[in-house]
């Protein structure tokens, strides 16, 4: 099944910009949704999702700061964060959705995450 890995997080000063990778080990052009997500203090929340047509949905915390892509031709979803402020710290999880692929079918997944942490 397809797994995911993320890359890209850091120490920022909060006006600051990061983009975030998330690399799958197989096709994700038929996987319908895939989503960044935020992790605080165990507490983990959706930041960004798009789907296989492009259409995108944000939360409003970010919206209008953070750009979330795909590429199928690599494999890889990206989230560009600009204009970053210390409530933007946290672990950023990529999540794919379930998919199947032939006759087998598999549950959504999650990557390991990446610590992004901004200094205000």
């Known amino acids: 099944q397809v797994q995911l890995v993320e890359s890209g997080g850091g120490l920022v000063q909060a006006g600051g910009s990061l983009r975030l990778s998330c690399v799958a080990s197989g096709s994700i052009a038929k996987i319908k949704t895939m989503e960044w997500h935020r992790q605080v203090r165990g507490e983990r929340k959706l930041v960004a999702r798009i789907?296989?047509?492009?259409?995108?949905l944000y939360a409003d915390s970010v919206r209008g700061r953070f750009t979330i892509s795909r590429d199928n031709a690599q494999n890889t979803v990206f989230l560009q964060m600009d204009s970053l402020k210390s409530e933007d710290t946290g672990v950023y999880y990529c999540?794919?959705?379930?998919?199947?692929?032939?006759?087998?079918?598999?549950?959504?997944?999650w990557g390991q995450g990446t610590q992004v942490t901004v200094s205000s």
């Open positions: 999540r794919r959705d379930s998919y199947c692929s032939g006759a087998a079918c598999h549950a959504g997944a």
């Open positions: 789907t296989s047509d492009g259409r995108t």
